[in-house]
């Protein structure tokens, strides 16, 4: 088994991040100029722009460095690439069965040189922006890189690949930092590409399932159209024509809140046993920085790419941003691939493990590691992000008016009714009343409602209608009646609350 830095007798050191002077440089290893199509985990070559050969390579060598590659941007422009690509794969036949015996594949030479027991490997990215230093191991792994469920995956054309059934914006801890605090899926499926549909359904894929496959040579993580879309307006970006790209509106309040949060992008998939698992990649490590020859200042962006996924025969391409979060692993002697999730920056010590010719599954950590390991570089929000208003269609807004119209019709209607009803009973009371001087009976204290001493009996808050006497005024006593001189220690009808 070895482990990244490789050490061997003429001390040839395989790097990371790409290949280093070093490999070039040492004794048995020649540069040639054979151009690289980006596979990592694959071993095709072409030899000029046109040809493409696959194992073995016309070059003379034994390891062949793939040397120069040019990267062409949607505006037109190219530049080269600045990482180099290591292959690490076999040679597969048409029918993607793995053949042990080419030594021109890098893991056969160190197993039938016994430095190493399996024909297999285990591979982290880890993250620059927190000094988290990648994992490689030749012939086994780090366990501590290996955290929770771990899927099962088959190999096309050299690569393994997965389903992938779903996307999603989440929160691991506390408040979500997002515009609209309940968004959950942003995954638009595959259906209308054709292409893609009939690939999957060859692979067994159920309805909207894509083929995704596992490739550290591209940088970023490609997705069907209308899923980078989705999230992305769920996010401060925007759109950049000439690169291709979602760059971050750093100036945003949102984009501190989002990046500096919990927050994360999942994937959840469906490996070859159909066993359903999520891994998580945290947008502390979806803050990424283009810098020249690319563009000539750095401008960050979000590594989300959309895509028909055409390039790669209707399938999509999950590159070393989505592998900063993921472990990815393979058992070229079982045809078989391991994806699962890795930790943060803070995980827990080196525990390197062999991989056995005959092994189809690997042990791993605890999930909960994925939490501890990322608590000291996440801010846990206490309050949600500003919630969106839902958005009414015009026929609901105008059955919403109509409707409050309605109601307030109603409600006016019932004042009017009760006030005439009140103002007849008022006047019944008045007729009854007429040609009686009466003096209202004050005794101790008022009840509540009744009148004071010095304020005038409550009758005559009631407007007067036609004919009756003002509140100033004497009652009417024109006619034959009689003055009535008997004083009367009556309540008034009003005051009692009969009717």
């Known amino acids: 088994m070895l482990e990244a830095p490789i050490l061997t007798d003429n001390t040839t050191r395989l790097s990371v991040n790409g ?20 596979y990592t985990m694959g071993v095709e070559f072409r030899q000029n722009d046109d040809d493409y050969v696959t194992y073995p390579p016309s070059c003379n060598t034994s390891v062949a460095i793939l040397d120069p590659c040019s990267i062409s941007l949607p505006d037109g422009r190219t530049y080269d ?44 990215m880890g993250s620059t922006l927190f000094n988290q230093s990648g994992s490689i191991v030749l012939g086994g792994y780090e366990q501590n890189r290996v955290l929770g469920p771990v899927g099962l995956l088959d190999f096309h054309r050299n690569f393994p690949w997965i389903f992938l059934e779903d996307v999603t914006l989440g929160v691991e801890l506390g408040a979500s930092p997002f515009k ?26 159920r309805l909207n399932e894509a083929v995704v496959k596992i490739n550290p040579a591209v940088p970023y ?16 970006v925007t759109w950049n024509s000439s690169l291709g790209l979602f760059t971050w509106n750093t100036e945003d309040p949102l984009f501190s809140r989002i990046v500096g949060s919990s927050a994360f992008l999942g994937f959840h998939f469906v490996d070859r046993n159909r066993m359903r698992f999520t891994v998580k990649v945290p947008f502390r490590v979806l803050n990424l920085t283009l ?4 563009v000539e200042q750095p401008t960050q962006y979000f590594p989300c790419k959309p895509s028909n996924g055409t ?80 958005a009414y269609s015009a026929g609901a807004i105008g059955g919403i008016a109509a409707g409050s119209a309605i109601a307030l019709l109603i409600i006016i209607f019932g004042v ?84």
């Open 19 to 38: 290949v280093s002077d070093d490999f070039a440089t040492t004794g048995g290893i020649q540069r040639q100029t054979c151009y690289g199509n980006q």
């Open 81 to 124: 690439s600045s990482a180099g690509n290591l292959g690490l794969g076999g040679v597969f036949d048409i029918e993607d069965n793995f053949d042990p015996d080419a030594d021109n594949a890098i893991l056969v030479q160190f197993k039938k040189s016994n430095d190493i027991g399996s024909i297999s490997f285990g591979f982290h």
């Open 180 to 205: 609209n605090i309940s968004i959950g899926s942003v995954y638009q499926g595959i259906q209308g590409n054709e292409q893609a549909v009939g690939f999957a359904s060859s692979l067994g894929a």
């Open 221 to 236: 993580i490609y997705l069907p159209y209308g899923t980078c879309e989705t999230a992305a307006s769920n996010l401060p």
């Open 291 to 294: 810098t020249s020859p690319i």
């Open 311 to 390: 390039e790669y025969e209707g399938t999509w391409q999950f590159g070393r941003a989505f592998l900063q979060a993921a472990f990815a692993g393979a058992n070229y002697e079982q045809t078989t691939g391991f994806l699962a999730q890795a930790p943060g920056p803070d995980g827990e010590g080196s525990i390197v493990r062999d991989i056995p010719p005959e092994a189809t599954i690997i042990e791993s950590s605890s999930i909960d590691w994925f939490q501890k390991s990322w608590d000291p570089f996440w801010t846990v929000l206490e309050e949600p992000g500003p919630k969106t208003p839902p």
């Open 416 to 499: 009017f009714l009760w006030r005439r009803i009140r103002r007849r009973s008022v006047s019944s009371g008045s007729e009854s009343d007429k040609g009686t001087i009466e003096k209202p009976r004050y005794e101790g204290l008022p009840e509540l409602g009744g009148p004071l001493p010095h304020q005038m009996p409550d009758v005559f808050k009631e407007p007067a209608e036609l004919g009756e006497p003002l509140p100033h005024q004497m009652p009417d006593f024109h006619g034959q009646a009689e003055l009535d001189t008997t004083l009367r220690y009556e309540m008034l009808v009003h005051d009692t609350g009969l009717r």
